[in-house]
Every structure is written in C-alpha cells, then in structure tokens.
C-alpha cells in the first residue's frame, strides 16, 4: 500500500506563486512515475505534470513556462513550482503515484487565484 501527502496550496492573487509539496510513504519501491493532476468544478481531472524514475518530464501544454515540477532525494518526494498564476489555474491539485496499473492519490490541495 501507498500513501500520499500533498501541500502547499492557499488563496493567491493573478501573477503569483505557490509551491506545492507531495511525499509517498509505504511499499515505494515501484512506484513509477509520480505527478501532479487537477480538477476544476464541474470538469475532470487532468495532467499537469509528471515526472519518471529516470528523469522524464511532462507537462501538459498550458502550464509550460509556467510551472515546474521537480523531484528530491529520496525520489519519492516531488514538487511543483508554479509561477504566473492565472484565475484559470483555480482548482484542486493532487499528488499521484502510480505502481504498475495502480494509482494512488493524495486527498488534494486547494490553488485558489483570485484578486
């Protein structure tokens, strides 16, 4: 089993930034990648950032520029770098670990751009 953490999320005005936290905790060992997904009300969850084991970086293309996603060691804490906040970016953020054909998700973290 798996858990994950995130954190770092707040109220932020347009053109702001926050950073956001996540660690994986339990059986670690074969988890490949880890990432970062969001969800707006009403809409569906959706790719922000992933990054792999060896090093492999996606990222979904309206937060490049913007965002980055980095990893410490131990791997198994991850961050995201979010710069140039817009009102669009609102939505819950959610750390995931993803083990084979299993995803595990944290309970997510509130980004709220609003002036």
């Known amino acids: 089993q798996v858990q994950v953490v995130e954190s770092g999320g707040g109220l932020v005005q347009p053109g702001g930034s926050l950073r956001l936290s996540c660690t994986a905790s339990g059986s670690v060992f074969d988890i490949d990648p880890m990432g970062w997904y969001r969800q707006a009300p009403g809409k569906e969850r959706e790719l922000v950032a992933s990054?792999?084991?060896?090093?492999?970086?996606d990222y979904a293309d309206f937060v490049k520029g913007r965002f980055t996603i980095s990893r410490d060691i131990p791997r198994y804490t991850i961050h995201l770098q979010m710069n140039a906040l817009r009102p669009e970016d609102t939505a819950v953020y959610f750390c995931n670990a993803r083990v084979y054909a299993m995803n595990y998700w944290g309970k997510g973290t509130l980004v709220t751009v609003s002036s």
């Open positions: 990054i792999s084991q060896d090093g492999n970086i």
